[in-house]
């Protein structure tokens, strides 16, 4: 959910630097596919269904899905931003796989979050002391606020990362149609 709003905030912020909606079609993801697989499993891995569907097999299956989207971040780390995503993502990466498939939460991040613990339709666990704990969810959205949540410092860089992917693709010059791209010019005879 903490990254969802980095989509909005991108956009916002591309268009007060003079960025353009059409900068965004421009931007080629390469496997755009596995990043959206991977991302599509754990929403249905969080879901009852998924979870009843799943059972032990839930941490496997998401620390696969975690490292899927991970490989398709890394395919893309030419893209301005995309280096800041690809850190975060394997900040998460490595908390959740050094802890068994699960991300650990801090039990005072999911009170501050107005979350009552870990529920079973969860990537989150209380654990006494977790691996690599500086990486886990130890940050939370104040419940009185809308989207509380708890968040890492992985999620933190992935946002921003998201968000900078975003205003540089807006600001990137698009070629007005029919215009011929420097890669379309014939280079001159001389």
């Known amino acids: 959910m903490f ?10 912020l591309g268009l007060l630097a003079r960025g353009r909606l059409e900068g965004l ?5 390469r496997w755009a596919w596995l990043a959206v697989a991977g991302l599509l499993i754990q929403v249905v891995l969080f879901s009852q269904a998924g979870n009843e569907l799943v059972g032990d097999a839930a941490p496997a299956i998401y620390v696969g899905s975690t490292l899927a989207v991970f490989v398709a971040v890394v395919r893309n780390l030419r893209i301005p931003g995309m280096p800041l995503v690809a850190l975060g993502s394997l900040s ?3 908390a959740i796989s050094a802890n068994g498939g699960f991300m650990p939460a801090s039990a005072e991040a999911l009170t501050a979050a107005g979350l009552d613990g870990p529920g079973e339709h969860t990537n989150s666990v209380v654990l006494e002391n977790p691996a690599f704990e500086l990486l886990t969810d130890t940050f939370a959205i104040p419940g009185s606020l809308p989207l ?6 992985g999620d933190v ?8 992917v975003i205003v540089a693709a807006m600001r990137r010059r698009v070629p ?15």
């Open 176 to 190: 007005a149609e029919g215009a011929a791209r420097p890669a379309d010019v014939a280079p001159a005879e001389g």
């Open 92 to 94: 998460n990466l490595v």
């Open 25 to 29: 079609a421009t931007l080629r993801l």
């Open 157 to 164: 860089l992935l946002g921003i990362g998201i968000v900078a």
């Open 148 to 153: 509380a949540n708890v968040f890492s410092v």
């Open 3 to 12: 990254m969802l709003s980095a989509i909005p905030i991108g956009i916002v």
